[in-house]
């Protein structure tokens, strides 16, 4: 079945350091999204890529989707302390997102 | 106010014990999801339901059972043939299409065996 493989699975940086998690699915994807769990809370919905070499900015955040749709990122610019949690991706296939394990980041002030 | 809820926040059981989780969704989705989270594990599939009066095994359904009598509502139980039941558990919903897979969580049960 589908996987959805994540890296790293932890990253500490000081603040203001430039963060990056990867995401690489084993096929295709017709999509993915992307979420952020804070300590103790639960995912929450960070945004969704479709095309291929589709690139979508929030803010400090950079999420790219591959021109071959199976592999994405997501690049923190200048972390701050409220960028602490651990970020997944979920690859689409079929109408089950399939999650990565995540990647856990922690900010040194 | 739309949005998916999970009851209760903690739960504590004795071994030997099954436990039911709540959890109820008023954003008209089809589809719901369970799924557990342990340290380091990220987020595994027990159960999906894509409509009403049908759902399908995950990837853990061993020791679980659910039922999907109500589009609102998809209810998780801990059987005691599960062995390691401790745990954070999730629910989600979505409009169930492959298009869009975009998850909406319930805010979460901890489940306890003592």
């Known amino acids: 079945g589908q996987q959805v493989m994540q890296i790293p699975q932890y990253q500490h940086v000081q603040e203001g350091e430039d963060f990056t998690t990867y995401c690489n699915s084993s096929?295709?994807?017709?999509?993915i999204q992307w979420y952020k769990q804070r300590p103790g809370g639960h995912p929450v919905f960070l945004i969704q890529l479709v095309k291929s070499g589709e690139v979508k900015k929030q803010k400090r955040l950079t999420f790219q989707f591959g021109e071959a749709k199976k592999n994405s990122s997501l690049h923190i610019t200048a972390t701050q302390t409220t960028d602490v949690g651990t970020y997944f991706c979920?690859?689409?296939?079929?109408?089950?997102?399939?999650f990565g394990r995540g990647t856990s980041l922690i900010v040194h002030p | 106010d739309g949005g998916i809820t999970q009851s209760p926040k903690y739960l504590f059981r004795k071994e030997g014990q099954n436990v039911t989780l709540s959890c109820e969704q008023n954003?008209?989705?089809?589809?719901m999801y369970w799924y557990r989270q342990d340290p380091g594990q990220g987020l595994r599939l027990i159960y999906y339901s894509q409509i009403v009066n049908d759902f399908q095994k995950g990837d853990i359904a061993e020791g679980y059972s659910v039922s999907r009598e109500k589009k609102e509502s998809f209810p998780l139980t801990v059987t005691s043939a599960q062995k390691n039941p401790t745990a954070f558990y999730l629910c989600?919903?979505?409009?169930?299409?492959?298009?869009?897979?975009?998850?909406?969580f319930g805010q979460g049960t901890r489940l306890t065996v003592v």
């Open positions: 954003l008209n989705h089809d589809a």
């Open positions: 979920a690859g689409g296939g079929s109408y089950i997102p399939t």
């Open positions: 096929t295709t994807l017709s999509n």
């Open positions: 989600a919903s979505s409009i169930g299409r492959p298009s869009n897979t975009e998850a909406f």
